[in-house]
């Protein structure tokens, strides 16, 4: 079956702090692999994504991502935390073909202590 | 910019109504997506599309159906609506796998 886990539903970090979120999935083939960002009020809209090539992939905000083939994961890293970073995350996967669908997993709420 | 409209924010319909949430988006993207989001559960697929007149059934399509006339347009149909209708409804267009939301349809049956 398709799916996509993030283990951690709430995380609350400090300012500054480094930023480990935890993405694992299952989906059959070849895969592409996303991480969405909701900041409170807004629309979902991408922080990076991973189609191929480089294993390590920069988003914006400085936001980094690592895909690890042999352990289905797409963890989504960043150095130091700001409070602006508050928002809720979501990762997704999806197949290569044209009409695959998008699944996303549970979310991630991001607190940051100013 | 790509451009995902939603035709409502907001919506209080009574339980048994027949309830249309639309979607349009203005860049000729193939496929399109229904979500509905839920606290602690993230995103869960309703019903997407991949052309005019197809439509695949995602995780949670039971009390749902949807239209897809033209290649702009996609609607998600609750035929009879129930207070665990009650939700965020995201729908999203996608060009290369990368999705596009609208802003989102809150949804309240009471």
């Known amino acids: 079956a398709q799916s996509v886990s993030q283990h951690n539903h709430h995380v609350i970090l400090s300012e500054a702090a480094s930023l480990e979120l935890g993405c694992n999935y299952s989906?059959?083939?070849?895969?592409?692999l996303f991480w969405y960002v909701q900041y409170p009020g807004q629309h979902l809209q991408l922080l990076l994504k991973y189609f191929s090539g480089d294993p390590l992939v920069k988003g914006i905000k400085g936001f980094e991502a690592e895909f690890i083939k042999s352990k289905f994961s797409f963890n989504l890293r960043k150095p130091s935390v700001q409070w602006s970073d508050t928002a809720e995350y979501f990762c997704?996967?999806?197949?290569?073909?044209?009409?695959?669908?998008?699944?996303f997993g549970s979310g991630t709420r991001l607190s940051i202590r100013p | 910019d790509v451009k995902v409209t939603q035709s409502s924010r907001y919506l209080v319909k009574r339980t048994g109504e027949k309830v249309f949430l639309e979607c349009v988006q203005d860049m000729d993207h193939e496929n399109m997506f229904w979500y509905r989001q839920d606290p602690g559960l993230g995103l869960r697929l309703i019903y997407f599309s991949y052309d005019v007149k197809m439509k695949e059934k995602g995780d949670i399509p039971e009390g749902y159906s949807v239209s897809r006339e033209k290649k702009e347009r996609f609607s998600l149909i609750l035929e009879s609506a129930s207070t665990n209708q009650t939700s965020m409804y995201l729908c999203?267009?996608?060009?290369?796998?990368?999705?596009?939301f609208g802003q989102g349809t809150r949804l309240t049956v009471v």
């Open positions: 989906y059959g083939g070849t895969v592409n």
């Open positions: 999203a267009s996608t060009k290369q796998g990368r999705a596009f």
């Open positions: 997704a996967v999806n197949g290569d073909s044209s009409a695959s669908k998008i699944i």
